[in-house]
């Protein structure tokens, strides 16, 4: 399955989706003008590579904003992996957020409650350079 990537601005987030490298990531800020026809192509990708998923997927989350509309197609995202687990396979997500922004702590323990998969989730701090 061809590698899917789109990189991030200021208002979309980067997606990194590699089933050959075994590499799902999300990471950024997410706040597009019209999050159906950003988060389309991304979902419709997700839900191919589930036909014929790898023997283990992680999908890892580090998301400094989202907004309401965002958060909805996030949880669909979401949503695809929990029936990948539920069907049998191994699936997960890690959710990492800065350890003083306690929205985005809250937002991952709300999505964890939500789905019936491995959901772990990670502060970090950020470095000062």
């Not at 990189?7 to 799902?24: C, L, R, Y």
């Not at 597009?32 to 989350?61: G, M, R």
């Not at 937002?107 to 990670?122: S, V």
């Amino acid at each position: 399955m061809d590698k899917f990537y789109i990189k991030g601005t200021a208002e979309t987030p980067t997606v990194s989706f590699d089933s050959t490298g075994n590499t799902f990531e999300i990471s950024g800020k997410s706040l597009p003008e019209d999050v159906k026809e950003f988060y389309h192509p991304i979902i419709k990708w997700l839900t191919e590579y589930c036909q014929s998923p790898n023997d283990a997927t992680t999908l890892k989350v580090r998301m400094e904003y989202f907004n309401t509309a965002s958060s909805k197609m996030i949880l669909e995202l979401f949503e695809l992996l929990n029936k990948l687990h539920l069907s049998g396979r191994n699936a997960a997500i890690e959710w990492y957020y800065q350890e003083d922004d306690e929205d985005m702590m809250d937002a991952g323990n709300d999505y964890a409650d939500m789905l019936d998969l491995p959901f772990k989730i990670f502060g970090y701090q950020t470095l000062l350079k």
